[in-house]
């Protein structure tokens, strides 16, 4: 069974620093400025952020570039569309006029 007597101040500052902790102006704080394992922590945490940004940042360009593709292929397929009706009219035109020429010739 654990001794259960309480820490006396200076056993408790002993321990507190012990697990990453320092006696602050505001109190008992985590060891953050002093701490070499902290600050690569908080380093890799950074790198971290920044390359998630960065990866979605990709993915929204190439989402924008898809978009881009899709919306250019559409506007050739509408494009292309015109211009079939557009000969498919002027077919019919020349088939009138000549229907006409032929029944005048006749």
Request: hydrophobic fraction near 30%.
């Amino acid at each position: 069974m654990p001794d259960e007597t309480p820490l006396t101040e200076e056993e408790l500052a002993i321990e507190m620093q012990d697990w990453g902790w320092y006696d602050g102006l505001d109190g008992w704080s985590p060891k953050r400025r002093n701490d070499p394992g902290y600050m690569d922590s908080y380093r890799a945490g950074q790198r971290e952020r920044e390359c998630r940004l960065e990866y979605e940042a990709a993915e929204r360009r190439a989402a924008e570039r898809r978009a881009e593709e899709r919306r250019l292929e559409e506007e050739a397929e509408l494009e292309a569309m015109m211009e079939a009706e557009r000969q498919a009219a002027e077919a019919e035109a020349y088939e009138e006029y000549y229907r006409k020429s032929w029944m005048e010739d006749e």
